[in-house]
């Protein structure tokens, strides 16, 4: 069975981010989980803890992207996911800070499909006990360096898979004893 999280995002408080490595902005952003109705997965910082959760089996969740336009220097600019499913989230394991290079991989624990042109379904098999952290990544109508291309929008929370390898090492070491 799949446990499917419906979120609503919305960003704003955009800030760009340049230097060792970083040319995006970022922002504050919510996360506002509307299904299931019953108890919060989701916290409004996007963070997903599956283990904490005791969500065992596959989790389906579905961004919702509901800032159509956002404000960068008093100007609106168009904010929305890139035409490729899979350009819109970076994920590395750990707290390393995943960059547009860092797509989920073919047979991996994420794939990422569209439901609709604003809604960004990201599918996690939940079954490597792994801590991730993620980027939902958009485009922005503006073109800060020249390039021509419009400039990325990043949020990063974390999302922790069921069984973490912490709590077994710990058990591991304990029974040592």
């Known amino acids: ?59 389906d969740i579905v961004y919702r992207w509901k800032s159509p336009f956002v404000a960068i220097d008093g100007v609106l600019y168009p904010a929305a ?38 809604e960004l379904r990201v599918s996690d098999k939940n079954s490597d006990a792994g801590d991730y952290t993620y980027c939902l990544a958009l485009k922005v109508g503006i073109d800060v360096d020249g390039s021509g291309n419009p400039a990325w929008l990043i949020a990063d929370p974390k999302i922790t898979n069921r069984g973490s390898t912490r709590l077994l090492a710990l058990e591991s070491a304990g029974s040592a004893h």
Request: aromatic share 12%.
């Open 1 to 59: 069975m799949t446990t499917t999280i419906k979120v609503n995002v919305m960003g704003f408080n955009l800030k760009w981010q340049s230097g060792q490595g970083k040319e995006y902005y970022t922002g504050d952003f919510i996360f506002q989980q509307v299904s299931p109705s019953g108890p919060v997965l989701m916290t409004e910082d996007g963070s997903l803890n599956l283990n904490a959760l005791d969500i065992s089996d596959d989790v």
């Open 81 to 118: 996911f890139s035409l490729i499913a899979e350009d819109n989230f970076w994920v590395l394991p750990g707290n390393a800070k995943p960059n547009k290079a860092n797509v989920p991989q073919p047979g991996g624990q994420f794939t990422v499909t569209f439901d609709a042109p604003d």
